[in-house]
């Protein structure tokens, strides 16, 4: 990465978690309707993975995807809108934090479904050849919905037929309380491309610059007709699975270890280090996002809840994703 793209990703790291951290305040004050799944501790595998892409590039997400989200460009008012059950959240304040999409940034949708849209994305990516658009679709996804068939199914079919998809495997190490060593054998989950006779590759997650690397590489192989990659991102989410969940099935040693390679920091050193960015700058950075957020936060506040005499409309959607 140049010091302006890694820049950008810092900044764009920072307004994931401080959003968060909003959403986390906002819903200790009973704000936020339904629940939530936060991703910090992950950032740097949405941005690392968006600043690879071209602005026309589609990603689709899953229950953990505030952060795809944004990374994509979405407006932070409108998310928070959207999670406090608004009229003026992405989808009238019906869908809640799992289901948001905004087409015209090319985000296809999170959902609650584990692996729900990992054949989406593959259909997605094969209108996209048929359209002959050069556009490349990600699926984001954790490692627990490597164990649904509808993975499997959708990888199969995205290298059979060699559409332009990247699989992005999140593999935070566990899916809800159930650790990765006890659902399955592989070592990585980049192991399983070879099953489908694409390439696999294991990144560390936590560090922005690597998954940019991964995806560029994933993308340009994409673009170029030669089908998928599957790119496993190991990472960790410092909080619950939700927010109900008290995290008792983790130790704290390995929290710690996490916390210690935290990509914030990561990124933050990297910029010092190359000279890209000083101390006020990432300062700066940190004032901005904060005053973003909080108009943010405003904006969702001071929302109109929906009309309940609207409440069946948008029930059935219109898809076009030329
Ligand atoms: C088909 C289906 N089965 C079970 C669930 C319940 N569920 C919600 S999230 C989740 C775990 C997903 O784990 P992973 O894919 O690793 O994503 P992470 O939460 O770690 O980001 C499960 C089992 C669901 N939402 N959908
Ligand atoms: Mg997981």
């Not at 906002?26 to 936060?38: I, K, M, P, R």
Request: glycine fraction near 12%; include cysteine; hydrophobic fraction near 40%.
């Amino acid at each position: 990465m140049t010091g302006e793209m890694l820049l950008r990703s810092y900044r764009t790291m920072v307004l994931i978690r401080r959003f968060e951290e909003a959403v986390a305040d906002c819903f200790a004050e009973g704000l936020v309707v339904g629940t939530a799944h936060f991703c910090i501790g992950q950032e740097a595998s949405a941005t690392g993975t968006v600043e690879a892409l071209r602005p026309d590039d589609m990603v689709t997400s899953n229950h953990r995807g505030h952060g795809h989200f944004l990374a994509k460009g979405a407006d932070p008012g409108r998310l928070m809108a959207e999670l406090f059950g608004r009229e003026t959240g992405y989808a009238r304040g019906r869908g809640g934090s799992q289901h948001v999409a905004d087409f015209s940034i090319g985000f296809l949708g999170s959902h609650g479904i584990t692996a729900g849209m990992i054949p989406v994305a593959t259909g997605a990516a094969l209108s996209q050849k048929l359209l002959g658009t050069g556009r490349v679709v990600v699926a984001f996804f954790g490692d627990g919905a490597t164990g649904q068939g509808a993975f499997h199914e959708a990888v199969n079919i995205g290298s059979a037929w060699d559409l332009p998809i990247i699989y992005l495997c999140e593999n935070n190490l566990y899916a809800m309380s159930t650790s990765v060593d006890q659902s399955f054998r592989v070592t990585s989950v980049a192991d399983r491309a070879c099953a489908y006779g694409i390439p696999g590759v294991s990144v560390d997650g936590n560090d922005v610059e690597a998954v940019h690397e991964a995806v560029t590489e994933a993308a340009e192989r994409a673009r170029g007709g030669a089908g998928p990659t599957l790119i496993e991102a190991r990472t960790y989410r410092y909080c619950g699975h939700s927010k109900s969940d008290e995290c008792l099935y983790r130790t704290d040693e390995e929290e710690a270890c996490w916390l210690e390679r935290d990509p914030l920091i990561i990124a933050s050193e990297r910029l010092i280090g190359r000279g890209a960015a000083d101390w006020a700058a990432l300062d700066t950075i940190e004032t901005e996002v904060a005053d973003e957020v909080a108009e943010a936060v405003r904006f969702a506040r001071e929302s109109a809840e929906p009309d309940p005499a609207t409440v069946t409309e948008g029930v059935f959607a219109e898809f076009d994703v030329t």
